[in-house]
């Protein structure tokens, strides 16, 4: 098997500052599928392609932003080694009890230098997208409701410390560079992309001085016109448009980003290159920022730099 150690992305949870407002913006505009409520009062989601329990879990707090992000890994013997790694490397794990998260087993958390959390997991139950898996029909319903993505695909966070980050991310975690934005000095990194799969991120870091920033979470469209009709029916429901539609250099990912009632950016995406892990990372230089953000216009927005939570 060619994909081994850490697989994807499995789960961002959020927090929201109205939990039933929030409900109705992910379930009815976005076009996620609830799929279950805790004790704790958590609201979870997945996309309609997904096939394990959830990917978006949403709990309500004072202050919006990102409580933790998980990937989830091969096997449970996969996470055991992961977990002995982060430790060797000098990290501190935790373990969350499997059961803590709804149809999740153990869970190995750590924090990063830039003031995030982490998870790894490696058994979240099979719920399947509905269709089945015998002769299944290529969609089902549930991506004909609201803006319906096929999954979450990546997040971007902003942090300090980003060096260190993509060390731990390439050197215990298996992850490559795929892509860079220099500082303007041309000495270190202001931004990186990084990959555990074929896809060309499954989370990106910004240089920020604040610790544990969310910049957005991304969630895959199928083709172009699904991310326009995003657009159209972020207008219909007087969603908060942050940039697009348009085309980020970096990535090549074609987007829109977009702010959720309580003010976490989300991002409809599609599109993108496939690296594969021996392809040299593409560096772009800082005044040059501006394409990598908005290829067309050319355009460094200011709310890319200075608005997270
Ligand atoms: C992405 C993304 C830049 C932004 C690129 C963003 C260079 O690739 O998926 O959000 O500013
Ligand atoms: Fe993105």
New binding site residues.
């Given amino acids: 098997m060619a994909i081994t150690g850490v697989l994807r992305p499995g789960h961002a949870q959020v927090r929201v500052l109205n939990l039933e407002e929030s409900v109705r913006f992910y379930r009815d505009v976005l076009g996620l599928v609830e799929t279950g409520r805790d004790a704790q009062g958590r609201v979870y989601f997945k996309c309609w392609d997904e096939r394990d329990h959830h990917s978006y879990v949403i709990r309500e707090a004072d202050e919006a932003g990102i409580d933790f992000f998980g990937f989830k890994v091969l096997d449970k013997a996969t996470l055991e080694q992961l977990d002995a790694d982060l430790q060797a490397y000098g990290l501190t794990t935790a373990r969350i009890p499997a059961g803590d998260l709804l149809e999740t087993g153990e869970r190995v958390r750590f924090e990063l230098p830039s003031g995030h959390l982490i998870e790894l997991y490696a058994e979240k139950t099979a719920v399947g997208n509905g269709a089945g898996l015998v002769n299944p029909a290529p969609w089902t319903q549930a991506r004909e409701h609201g803006i319906g993505p096929v999954r979450l695909?990546?997040t971007?966070l902003y942090g300090p410390n980003v060096a260190e980050v993509q060390k731990i991310f390439t050197e215990v975690l298996g992850f490559y560079l795929v892509?860079r934005?220099l500082t303007p000095d041309g000495e270190g990194n202001a931004?990186i992309?990084l990959s555990c799969s074929h896809k060309?991120?499954d989370i990106?870091f910004?240089e920020y001085p604040e610790p544990g920033k969310l910049?957005?979470c991304?969630f895959l469209m199928e083709s172009w016109e699904q991310v326009l009709r995003a657009g159209d029916i972020m207008s219909m429901n007087l969603v908060n448009v942050d940039i697009g539609p348009t085309r980020?250099?970096?990535?090549r990912?074609c987007?829109i980003?977009a702010w959720d009632p309580s003010g976490n950016r989300f991002?409809t995406?599609m599109g993108?290159y496939q690296p594969y892990p021996d392809y040299e990372p593409i560096t772009?230089t800082f005044d040059n920022?501006g394409q990598?953000?908005?290829y067309p216009q050319r355009k460094?927005h200011e709310t890319?730099l200075t608005v997270v939570t």
């Fill in positions: 695909d990546h971007l892509e934005v931004a992309w060309v991120h990106a910004a910049h957005h991304s980020h250099g970096v990535t990912g987007t980003y991002e995406f993108g772009w920022f990598g953000l908005d460094l890319f």
